[in-house]
């Protein structure tokens, strides 16, 4: 196998609008840079075949952004879509692209587009130009990270505070590149965890920044551990997860040390796991892509949707929301009935595979991506080539709380319908057929 590793700098001008918390995002851009954003790119060819592997410090990219990205890839390094994984951190201290928001966040920045599209075209280019013969070790461990963020609150529904009983994907992959001379070249590993620990105006990776430094320390890197977004779309960082209201467990604000506490335990869980050992992996390199289609339930009538626009206690961005549906109707438009959701597969070894969601993926369903393939190490993503919205589960669309009700967010007309599982379930049987094992 032939490997390389490249990376680039992604960090936004200061005044950039960013993404993450609405009410934040509208009120002014960013004032400055905490530490820098960038995009890591691992290129992988073995026996003939080709694979590239792009993980950017970003909330994400939608699919048409994504699908301009991975565009202009393909053109320049000759590359099927499949054969691109694009994974975005969820850093929520970044600047404003994709699709999430956008009836509050107005216009897309199409400069800061352009600008993170030259960085990745310069980071693979220069990752396939240095690629040299590679071994893999891989392993799997767990983390303590995650925290699951939906508590019951004894009345039917469901508060968005921490609940050490709620369901986590603590998985913790990992994936050692080293060179002929078993020198380390890049460390792939992942957590399903938000990176929504701090708040304010600073452009930040949040803790996944701290943990590749810290892991780029410790192994003598330049710059070649590369954090991949997991299966986190409904938990916290546990380090902010003791503070207390009236009303019980609470979030507490984070400061800079709890970002640094929480990417310091990530590092150090993976720097146990290379102590340990990884064994070595038989090198093998197959891609395929699944396209899934997941039923909306029926929207509600144009008559919801207009009490929602006039109706005083809505807020300006559910407001937007409902007025842009009216105006769909009003246009003649038929609202989307389903939500297409691509899942892709990338395997690097025989026992080390990268399963892909274009979506805020929920634990329970990383945890059946990995219940799936249980041998070796498997990294269950989500946030992966875009993000159409959040991924539930069925008990989650039952429970209601923000990860079943945030489809307006994403500009969708209504809530995802039941029955999940069995989508993840057949696109994880599709890629099995295609090789992806």
Known sequence: MLAGFARANLTPPLGTTMAGWLHRDVAKGCENVHDDLFARVLYLEHEGEPALLVALDLL????????????????????????????????HSGPALGRWGLTALGTPNLEYLDQVQSAVLAAASEARRTARPA??????????????????????????????QGVVCDALPVCLVEDSGAAPLALLFSVACHPSTIQGWSISADFPGVAVQALDAYLGLEAGSIFLQGAGADTKACV???????????????????????????????????????PSDEPCLRCASVETIWPLLPPPSRECYAAIAAAPDTDQFRRAWAQRQLQALDRGRSLPTAVPVT??????????????LEGELVASLGNLIVERFPQGATFALGFTNGTQLYLPDSTI????????????????PSPLAPGTERIVEQALADLQRAGIG
Request: glycine share 14%; net charge neutral; proline share 5%.
């Open 60 to 91: 994400f990219l939608s699919r048409a952004e994504t699908d301009q990205v991975k565009g202009a890839l393909g053109r320049c390094l000759d590359l099927a879509p499949r054969r691109i994984l694009v994974n975005f951190s969820h850093t």
């Open 135 to 164: 071994s893999l070790r891989t392993g799997m461990g767990r983390t303590g990270l995650p925290l699951n963020r939906r508590l019951p609150d004894g009345r039917g529904g469901i508060g968005f505070r921490p609940n050490p």
């Open 240 to 278: 902010i997860g003791d503070g207390r209201d009236e009303d019980g467990p609470t979030w507490r604000r984070a400061t800079w040390e709890d970002v640094e506490a929480a990417g310091t335990m990530v590092a150090q869980e993976v720097m146990s796991l290379l102590e340990g050992g990884l």
């Open 343 to 356: 899942v892709c597969g990338m395997q690097i070894a025989k026992r080390c595979r990268l399963i892909g």
């Open 397 to 412: 669309l039952a429970e209601g709380g923000y990860e079943a009700e945030s489809y307006w967010e994403y500009d969708w």
